[in-house]
Nanobody
Framework: QVQLQESGPGLVKPSQSLSLSCTVS??????????WSWIRQPPGKGLEWMGA???????YYSPSLKSRTSISRDTSKNQFTLQLSSVTPEDTAVYYC??????????????WGQGTQVTVSS
């Protein structure tokens, strides 16, 4: 079964860039029809989809974050990476990576990482 693990800094200073990596095991990020997402949850708020990269390497972003978000991948390491520039305290959240498997025309199966806390503070 696909497993995901986030890694990166837990504390980032305002105006800096955040970089998080997600390592996928027991599966490949190039698997046909799968796509790989970053989701975050600020304190007391709901889940926010940030963006995704598909099995061919095409990336898609939330319009509200597109200007400062980049998602890339390293197929040799079976990893995909989130970069978020010009962070502010409002970017403080638990960040999750997620794999999505379409298993029917209408249904999806989600593989979740455990999440990693990121705090933006000086």
């Amino acid at each position: 079964q696909v497993q995901l693990q986030e890694s990166g800094p837990g504390l980032v200073k305002p105006s800096q860039s955040l970089s998080l990596s997600c390592t996928v095991s027991e599966g490949s990020i190039t698997t046909n029809n799968y796509y790989w997402s970053w989701i975050r949850q600020p304190p007391g708020k709901g889940l926010e989809w940030m963006g995704a990269i598909d099995n061919s390497g095409s990336a898609y972003y939330s319009p509200s974050l597109k200007s400062r978000t980049s998602i890339s991948r390293d197929t040799s390491k079976n990893q995909f990476t989130l970069q978020l520039s010009s962070v502010t305290p409002e970017d403080t959240a638990v960040y999750y990576c997620r794999g999505v498997e379409p298993y029917s025309d209408y249904e999806r199966y989600y593989y979740w990482g455990q999440g990693t806390q990121v705090t933006v503070s000086s």
